[in-house]
């Protein structure tokens, strides 16, 4: 088992980065030995991973962390960095090497203080590996004046030190930052092969992991939890009613409610798993006794706090309500290719029946005005339009049609 075998279906990406690694490799080597450097190397001190949710953008990023971090006595015989089993590989997967820094963000983006924070450690030489590797996997949730603060690491970077940035397009990058980053693009992975990792790698039966990748169309993420998650099933059975729903006004108001309410329970659910034991942690290490007063002089934390969740709560419904509308996007989608007669395969086979009712009795006009009216939901939510209003209009053009 190698770093890349969780790197479903990009093969170029693989190669590409597998031979930066080797490059990377001879290069610390050369330098620990005083020997000249060849010229060029595949290597480089920023990297940009794009590509569409669920191709494994962070995966990638990962696994090229780990291979910069190899230590497996092969590579001296000529083997490629990245064997999986040494520590130096072994802890950067599992995100315990002390010079490599995975970051992402439950809250809606990333400030100026944390960028800082990074900025001031991508200068330290690397403490126990070879490289100091700092993975960001939501830069598109960069504020314009964090990344501006980042654009400076990037021009000026340490001679040992490593930026891999993830997003889902180019456009999501500031121009200065991404004009300074070597740029990898990853495909959507072919559904067999999230299929062939659900059932390698989770156990998961072979009927259910194809149907599960055929349903998500690819992304590995999503797929893993409709496999493996009961609830998750649930909610997606929910959603793809909504179409036979909305006949009537009555019907697109309760319909759009139940989503809110849905991602309203999604983030609930997940505010009860983690807010509660941070709370508890913050309150130990500020000196509380359970049950009893703070110490005066730690409000302004126990506010600070309160912010941060209060923000990651909302992150997670408008997450859990943009998986909703990706869904229903792909529901119009076999709509759509069962009017024209496309030959492609239908993602959501497993409600055939109402595919076919829907298809029936609308034309594909109709559907691509729905599929429209689905894309201007996430549009308004964007835009800190109020979720329960973007949704109730939306469903009224879906009614519409």
């Given at each position: 088992m190698t770093v890349w075998d969780d790197l479903v279906g990009q093969d170029r990406v693989r190669e590409q980065l597998a031979a930066a690694a080797k490059d990377a490799d001879a290069l610390v080597t050369a330098v620990s030995d005083r020997k000249p450097v060849e010229q060029g190397s595949k290597m480089t001190h920023a990297w940009l991973f794009t590509g569409p949710p669920g191709s494994g953008r962070s995966t990638a990023a990962r696994a090229f962390a780990a291979a910069l971090q190899c230590t497996s006595p092969d590579r001296a015989l000529g083997g490629e960095p990245g064997c999986g089993f040494c520590d130096g590989c072994h802890t950067s997967l599992i995100g315990t090497h002390?010079?490599?820094?995975?970051?992402?963000?439950?809250?809606?983006?990333?400030?100026?203080?944390?960028?800082?924070?990074?900025?001031?450690?991508?200068?330290?030489?690397?403490?126990?590996?070879?490289?100091?590797?700092?993975?960001?996997?939501?830069?598109?949730?960069?504020?314009?004046?964090?990344?501006?603060?980042?654009?400076?690491?990037?021009?000026?970077?340490?001679?040992?030190?490593v930026w891999m940035l993830c997003a889902p397009s180019l456009e999501d990058v500031l121009p200065t930052i991404r004009s300074r980053c070597r740029h990898l693009t990853l495909g959507t992975p072919p559904v067999e092969a999230v299929a062939d990792v659900l059932i390698r790698r989770d156990g998961v039966d072979p009927e259910r992991a194809h149907a599960a990748a055929r349903a998500t169309q690819g992304h590995i993420g999503r797929a893993r939890r409709l496999a493996t998650d009961e609830r998750a099933r649930a909610r997606r059975a929910a959603v793809l009613k909504v179409p036979l729903r909305v006949a009537d006004v009555g019907g697109c108001l309760k319909a759009a409610q139940e989503l809110i309410d849905t991602a309203t329970d999604d983030a609930k659910q997940m505010a009860e798993e983690v807010d509660v034991k941070e709370t508890e942690d913050l309150k130990a290490a500020l000196g509380g006794v359970a049950g009893g007063r703070m110490p005066r002089g730690t409000a302004g934390a126990m506010k600070e706090l309160e912010?941060?969740?209060?923000?990651?709560?909302?992150?997670?419904?408008?997450?859990?309500?943009?998986?909703?509308?990706?869904?229903?996007t792909g529901f119009y989608r076999d709509v759509l290719a069962l009017q024209l007669g496309s030959r492609i395969a239908l993602a959501n086979v497993d409600v055939q029946d109402s595919l076919d009712r829907i298809a029936e009795s609308s034309t594909p006009a109709q559907t691509l005005r729905r599929i429209e009216a689905v894309i201007a939901c996430r549009r308004a939510m964007d835009r800190n339009v109020a979720p329960l209003l973007a949704v109730e209009a939306m469903t009224m053009s879906l009614r519409a049609g």
């Amino acid at each position: 088992m190698t770093v890349w075998d969780d790197l479903v279906g990009q093969d170029r990406v693989r190669e590409q980065l597998a031979a930066a690694a080797k490059d990377a490799d001879a290069l610390v080597t050369a330098v620990s030995d005083r020997k000249p450097v060849e010229q060029g190397s595949k290597m480089t001190h920023a990297w940009l991973f794009t590509g569409p949710p669920g191709s494994g953008r962070s995966t990638a990023a990962r696994a090229f962390a780990a291979a910069l971090q190899c230590t497996s006595p092969d590579r001296a015989l000529g083997g490629e960095p990245g064997c999986g089993f040494c520590d130096g590989c072994h802890t950067s997967l599992i995100g315990t090497h002390a010079d490599v820094q995975v970051i992402r963000t439950d809250l809606l983006s990333i400030g100026v203080k944390e960028t800082r924070d990074l900025v001031r450690r991508a200068q330290l030489s690397p403490a126990v590996g070879r490289w100091q590797v700092i993975v960001m996997e939501d830069a598109d949730r960069l504020t314009e004046g964090a990344g501006n603060v980042l654009l400076k690491a990037v021009e000026e970077p340490a001679p040992r030190t490593v930026w891999m940035l993830c997003a889902p397009s180019l456009e999501d990058v500031l121009p200065t930052i991404r004009s300074r980053c070597r740029h990898l693009t990853l495909g959507t992975p072919p559904v067999e092969a999230v299929a062939d990792v659900l059932i390698r790698r989770d156990g998961v039966d072979p009927e259910r992991a194809h149907a599960a990748a055929r349903a998500t169309q690819g992304h590995i993420g999503r797929a893993r939890r409709l496999a493996t998650d009961e609830r998750a099933r649930a909610r997606r059975a929910a959603v793809l009613k909504v179409p036979l729903r909305v006949a009537d006004v009555g019907g697109c108001l309760k319909a759009a409610q139940e989503l809110i309410d849905t991602a309203t329970d999604d983030a609930k659910q997940m505010a009860e798993e983690v807010d509660v034991k941070e709370t508890e942690d913050l309150k130990a290490a500020l000196g509380g006794v359970a049950g009893g007063r703070m110490p005066r002089g730690t409000a302004g934390a126990m506010k600070e706090l309160e912010d941060k969740q209060k923000r990651r709560k909302t992150r997670t419904q408008r997450d859990s309500l943009d998986l909703a509308l990706t869904e229903l996007t792909g529901f119009y989608r076999d709509v759509l290719a069962l009017q024209l007669g496309s030959r492609i395969a239908l993602a959501n086979v497993d409600v055939q029946d109402s595919l076919d009712r829907i298809a029936e009795s609308s034309t594909p006009a109709q559907t691509l005005r729905r599929i429209e009216a689905v894309i201007a939901c996430r549009r308004a939510m964007d835009r800190n339009v109020a979720p329960l209003l973007a949704v109730e209009a939306m469903t009224m053009s879906l009614r519409a049609g």
